[in-house]
């Protein structure tokens, strides 16, 4: 089945510094992949979908400046959040569309926590 | 605009009885819905998905059901056991036919199943 793999899975930066977060595709190819954040007790908040070969489509109220999305491949998207602040620590989490149906597959997600 | 969203925050169920989940949509044209289960610190996993030409959709404990008259929809699981407990959200592409579209969640529902 079609896997995605986020990497890292935790990770705690200092205010003021940069974190990328890489999403694969491991088994199939992902033309679009969307990236989301989710605050604790809450649901997904789609923030941006990335395209492969082109830049990627920001939901409204996402700063594009703040929220670095990199597509250069079809199975490796890269959101960079640039210099973190506290209030940017969230969980993120990356999908894929399913080549031949429908569906979606998620990573397992990144906990952000900025000190 | 579209919506989904969940009835109840929290649903809390012995174990071995049956959980209903139900959730709501406002677009009519919605033709494609998806249950989501995660569990704390993971990324959701695919669960069942239904279209919109179908009344049911039977898996393995599970049954999703779609009543488009009154645009709702419901995640039965059948003999609910521990490893059930989880956040479900229901969740449908912004696009007809789910090909291009950004998915939607709902606000999710947390089970909680009590031994």
């Known amino acids: 089945g079609a896997v995605v793999s986020q990497h890292p899975s935790r990770v705690i930066c200092k205010s003021g510094t940069s974190v990328k977060i890489e999403c694969r595709s491991l088994?199939?190819?992902?033309?679009?992949m969307f990236w989301y954040r989710q605050f604790p007790k809450k649901s997904l908040m789609l923030m941006a979908t990335?395209?492969?070969?082109?830049?990627?489509?920001?939901e409204q109220g996402v700063e594009k400046d703040k929220f670095l999305i990199n597509h250069a491949s079809l199975t490796l998207s890269t959101l960079t959040v640039t210099s973190a602040h506290p209030e940017d620590s969230s969980f993120y989490i990356c999908?894929?569309?399913?080549?031949?149906?429908?569906?979606?597959?998620f990573g397992s997600g990144t906990r952000l926590t900025v000190v | 605009g579209e919506s989904v969203g969940l009835h109840l925050p929290t649903l809390s169920v012995q174990e071995g009885d049956n959980s209903i989940i139900n959730c709501a949509y406002s677009n009519s044209a919605s033709d494609y819905f998806i249950w989501y289960k995660q569990e704390s610190g993971k990324g959701p996993q695919f669960i069942i998905d239904?279209?919109?030409?179908?009344d049911k959709r039977q898996g393995q404990r599970v049954t999703v059901l779609l009543n488009k008259t009154v645009k709702h929809l419901s995640l039965q699981i059948a003999a609910t056991q521990p490893g059930d407990s989880a956040v479900y959200f229901c969740?449908?592409?912004?696009?007809?036919?789910?090909?291009?579209?950004?998915?939607?969640f709902g606000q999710g529902t947390t089970l909680q199943v009590k031994p």
């Open positions: 239904i279209r919109s030409n179908m």
């Open positions: 990335s395209n492969e070969g082109s830049k990627a489509t920001y």
């Open positions: 999908s894929a569309r399913n080549p031949g149906n429908y569906g979606y597959t």
């Open positions: 969740a449908e592409p912004t696009s007809p036919s789910g090909n291009t579209g950004k998915l939607i």
């Open positions: 088994d199939f190819q992902a033309t679009t």
